[in-house]
């Protein structure tokens, strides 16, 4: 079955095209990506420190049909024979309906409608139509973990129960798998989302936006032990979290200590007790609860996870753990369409849809 992905949530614009194919019952699905086109707009926002809803809405609206075009290799206002034949080819469409920014979802959204009329106007029978759930996309990444596309690890027995967590700069969210389909959230955060916590801390170290990356780079000139800063939530019973209270105290240390903020030793150490700080928790939560639904594995996605100490903390605790660790490769971590052609995929072997329609804070 061959997919079309469309992504435009926050500030990506993306398309993909992947083959997806159906196992049996208890083995795993299997993706073959053929084209990932990503358009950042990081530039574009990043003088403004954070993605504006309405710059984003007009630079997907100028991006659909120029990756469409490279995709497809037509535009989609052509007649063309290779146009029909592309359009054919197409099985199904996932586009992403939430959450994200309301202006920033309409525009995949309605390019979708707009391709769908294409089908109508060229009397070709549409494809299925999925609306994709975002973070499903990132929970569902770790299908693209190479110890799965490379076939060494085939059944879901070998991973289910399994604790998902999602950190993104949107969302920190801990789940538990019971299996391929049956997923029940477990906690949040109450504040602020864990990347939206780095690139809030970036901003006060005056790094451009997003920080997420550039905290990692710094970081690892420092020393991660040299600021106690709060571990919040850390003993809650919950399986929730909160990063607000950690930005602050960056603030405030850095408030107190004015005079050092241009050393770059400083910095590093700044960054370097802040990063482990919020790792700890996720780190100790995403244990705590494979420990309490005696998980097999730890799948861990979105944008945060790009990060290298967070992938190493989580890989050497697993193997102590003697669990089984999937994160998917770099390029896949942050937002793209391929995760969202796999969410329609999944969505649609548990006959679940979303209507084309966004739902800005739809949940998991
Ligand atoms: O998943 P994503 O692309 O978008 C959302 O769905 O939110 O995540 C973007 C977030 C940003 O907050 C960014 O600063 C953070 O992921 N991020 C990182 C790293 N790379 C991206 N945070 C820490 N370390 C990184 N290497
Ligand atoms: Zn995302």
Not at 48 to 62: D, I, S
Not at 93 to 106: D, M, R, Y
Not at 168 to 196: N, P, Q, W
Request: charged share 25%; glycine share 6%.
């Amino acid at each position: 079955m061959q997919i079309l992905g469309i992504e435009t949530s926050c500030d990506e614009t993306s398309l993909a095209l992947i083959l997806a194919q159906k196992q049996n019952q208890r083995a795993l699905p299997k993706f073959k990506i053929i084209k990932n086109l990503i358009s950042s707009q990081i530039k574009i926002h990043a003088p403004f420190g954070g993605v504006v809803p309405n710059l984003a809405k007009r630079e997907h609206q100028k991006n659909l049909p120029i990756l469409f075009k490279k995709i497809s290799g037509q535009n989609l206002n052509s007649n063309s024979l290779k146009l029909k034949k592309f359009l054919k080819s197409i099985n199904l469409i996932a586009t992403t309906i939430g959450p994200g920014l309301e202006p920033a979802l309409w525009t995949g959204i309605n390019f979708t409608k707009e391709i769908i009329k294409k089908y109508k106007e060229l009397k070709i029978k549409p494809p299925k139509i999925i609306g994709a759930n975002h973070l499903l996309g990132h929970l569902y990444s770790f299908l693209l973990d190479s110890k799965i596309t490379q076939n060494k690890i085939k059944s879901q027995k070998e991973i289910f129960p399994a604790i998902g967590l999602i950190v993104s700069g949107g969302h920190t969210i801990l789940v538990v798998m019971k299996s391929l389909f049956e997923y029940k959230k477990l906690g949040e955060t109450r504040d602020d989302a864990c990347g939206e916590a780095f690139d809030k801390v970036g901003r006060m170290l005056n790094l451009s936006y997003p920080a997420g990356p550039e905290v990692e780079k710094i970081a690892k000139l420092g020393n991660p032990k040299s600021i106690p800063f709060p571990r919040p939530m850390l003993l809650d019973k919950s399986y929730d979290f909160s990063f607000s209270g950690l930005k602050t105290s960056v603030f405030y240390y850095l408030r107190d200590h004015k005079e050092k903020i241009k050393d770059l030793k400083f910095k590093a150490d700044v960054c370097a007790s802040f990063q482990e700080a919020a790792f700890e928790v996720l780190i100790k939560k995403t244990f705590k609860a494979a420990s309490e639904f005696k998980a097999k594995s730890i799948l861990l996605s979105g944008g945060v996870s790009a990060n290298k100490t967070l992938r190493k903390k989580f890989n050497d605790l697993a193997k102590k753990e003697k669990l089984l660790f999937f994160v998917p490769p770099f390029v896949y971590n942050t937002d793209n369409a391929v995760m969202i052609a796999i969410s329609g995929f999944m969505l649609m072997q548990k006959n679940k849809n979303y209507k084309l329609q966004a739902l800005a804070d739809l949940n998991i």
